[in-house]
Nanobody, 122 residues
Framework: QVQLVESGGGLVQAGDSLRLSCAAS????????MGWFRQAPGKEREFVAA????????YYADSVKGRFTISRDNAKNTVYLQMNSLKPEDTAVYYC???????????????WGQGTQVTVSS
């Protein structure tokens, strides 16, 4: 069983930065690949970024490439999403997810956090 808790969301202006954190309560955190997804009102949940269990391989959606960075600290059981140059279209609830295999599709992840709201004003 993996429990995930996101934090770090908030209301910011366009161009600002935020860092999201996702803390996992599992002893074998380093054996899980982690993903960040987001869902805006009226839209489907979409892939943002993913990182494999040892943090070497990372993947990004084209819409965030060059602005967002995913990283993890296995000693702290935490994955991060550094978001720079935020845009109003980044406004969404951001979720972290965990699974044994890395994937870009939300239905490939078994464990999910409750989400954290990010709102970017123009």
């Amino acid at each position: 069983q993996v429990q995930l808790v996101e934090s770090g969301g908030g209301l910011v202006q366009a161009g600002d930065s935020l860092r999201l954190s996702c803390a996992a309560s599992v002893r074998t955190f380093s054996s899980y690949s982690m993903g960040w997804f987001r869902q805006a009102p009226g839209k489907e949940r979409e892939f943002v970024a993913a990182i494999n269990w040892y943090g070497i391989n990372t993947y990004y959606a084209d819409s965030v490439k060059g602005r967002f960075t995913i990283s993890r600290d296995n000693a702290k059981n935490t994955v991060y999403l550094q978001m720079n140059s935020l845009k109003p279209e980044d406004t969404a609830v951001y979720y972290c997810a965990a699974d044994r295999k890395i994937a870009l599709q939300p239905d490939k992840y078994y464990y999910w956090g409750q989400g954290t709201q990010v709102t970017v004003s123009s």
